[in-house]
């Protein structure tokens, strides 16, 4: 599944503070964050899906477009602020594009790096999707 929070902003005239917590607002426990940036203009990234792998997306600075697809339903979502997370669970197809000049995505996922754990192959990735 797929889904879009919203994160409580602490502070306002002398800047906002955002807090990720588990248990709070993130509901897995977190093995790894990692973040995208420097990414040209006219380049599409993603084109995989996680068999296991829960994971929430931030646009910490700038801003990306995301294509998903998800039990034959397909999104188009905006992260274009720091108070937004896409939350992608397993089996969610993914294509990041759009990035705007400065973009930082930033990436909390629930397990360490395991290749074995993408499908990266789309008809492969559909051929495992709930009729
Ligand atoms: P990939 O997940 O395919 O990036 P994207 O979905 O953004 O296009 O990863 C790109 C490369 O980086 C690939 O060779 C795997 C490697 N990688 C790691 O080594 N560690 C990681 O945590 C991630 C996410 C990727």
Redesign the pocket.
Known sequence: MINIIEFNEIGKNEGKLISLEVGVNILFDIK?V?Y?FEVPKSTR????SHKQLKQVLVCINGSVKIDTEYNNVKNTTILDSANKGLYLGSNVWRE?YDFSQGAVLM?L?SEI?D?KD?IRDYSEFKLKEVV
């Open positions: 790894r990692y995208i990234r993603g084109y995989h990041m990436v996922a790096y290749e993408y």
